[in-house]
């Protein structure tokens, strides 16, 4: 409905004072005459960015016209909750948390909403308990989970008890559709198996992240999956578990690089442990990539930082991080229904070359 053809007068069930002869109008009133829902009203006052530019600018012209400005005790009782989207995580990867940190951040700009965040322990005997606090207590719109706290069903099942908004950040799809972002490691997984075999390598080894991570598992099974196209398979001497830290990296390469033979080409889970590998095997007198090719996953700021800079599968993890506050927020551009999938891609760098001769 235009507001040029909104009623002048209000209808007598939505009066709620009378100033200088007119009926104030309510939010609801706004919402019926530009035609829009009471929660995209509430966007436009909250000065959302996921409102399209014309149903903005309709619905300003209303409340311009009508005077209209929203009363924050009804507006606290409204909403009952705080404008806060809360992160929940327990990752042993400081850099993952930065750039999900800063992801969420770019979502929440100019939407009035702000971020806490909530570092925990999946192994704590309070850890539920916990975390229902956390939200309880900061009365929260909604919350981003990501890896590994995402794969914890119990705490999806503890958010929807207490009615609590959440998007979940996993590699594979463990909800519905609108409470998923997949990563699809898998496919990363996959792609660097293909790279390595096409530089000539077959004595591959593999460093696979915390077996509480689910990355871990679909990060294998797609290295495996590349490596079957070239009836290539990892025996189970050349898998080693690391921790997704630069200390677990060393430690597995230290293990690795001793046998004999020695593998000439290592992928590891995450370049945290790909960045210890590189100092492994500079502790054995290697050179990379003359005599070991070493492949990381992420592409996190440590892939570039060190010599030589890694090739590696990269996640738009910052990315990520926006689209998941608009999915928990409510973008109307996009079906709040789609599931959302982000493609990993292989970023190739100095740290892979060919088999040795």
Not at 40 to 58: G, L, Y
Not at 101 to 130: K, W, Y
């Amino acid at each position: 409905m235009s507001p040029s053809k909104t009623p002048s007068t209000i209808p007598e069930e939505s009066e709620t004072g009378v100033e200088g002869g007119r009926r104030r109008a309510t939010i609801n009133d706004i919402a019926r005459l530009a035609g829009v829902s009471k929660k995209t009203v509430s966007r436009v006052i909250n000065q959302s960015p996921f409102v399209r530019d014309e149903t903005r600018e309709r619905i300003e012209a209303v409340i311009a016209e009508w005077g209209y400005a929203p009363d924050p005790q009804a507006r606290g009782l409204a909403f009952r909750r705080s404008f806060l989207i809360g992160m929940i995580y327990d990752n042993p990867n400081p850099q993952y948390v930065v750039n999900m940190q800063l992801g969420l951040l770019d979502g929440m700009r100019g939407s009035g909403f702000e971020l806490v965040v909530h570092p925990c322990n999946r192994a704590s005997p309070t850890f539920l308990t916990d975390i229902r606090a956390f939200v309880e207590r900061q009365k929260l719109f909604g919350v981003v989970l990501p890896p590994s706290v995402s794969e914890d069903e119990r705490v999806a099942k503890l958010l929807n008890e207490i009615g609590c908004a959440y998007i979940r950040i996993a590699s594979v799809e463990l909800d519905k559709p609108e409470h998923m972002i997949v990563g699809q490691d898998r496919m990363g997984g996959a792609q660097a198996a293909r790279h390595i075999v096409e530089l000539g390598h077959k004595r591959i080894a593999f460093i696979s992240g915390p077996e509480t991570f689910r990355s871990s598992h679909e990060r294998r099974g797609g290295f495996e999956d590349g490596l079957a196209e070239a009836g290539l398979s990892l025996s189970p001497n050349d898998i080693v578990q690391g921790a997704y830290t630069f200390e677990s990296g060393v430690a597995c390469g230290d293990e690795l690089l001793s046998r004999s033979p020695r593998p000439t080409a290592i992928f590891c889970g995450n370049d945290e442990m790909a960045a210890g590998v590189l100092q492994s095997a500079r502790k054995a007198g290697l050179s990379v990539p003359q005599d070991l090719t070493v492949v990381g996953f992420d592409d996190f700021q440590i892939a570039q930082a060190v010599w030589p800079p890694l090739t590696t599968i990269h996640t738009p993890t910052r990315e990520i991080g926006r689209i998941a506050v608009e999915k928990l927020i409510g973008d109307e551009r996009r079906e709040p229904r789609d599931v959302t999938k982000m493609e990993p891609n292989l970023v190739i760098r100095q740290s892979s070359g060919p088999v040795p001769a």
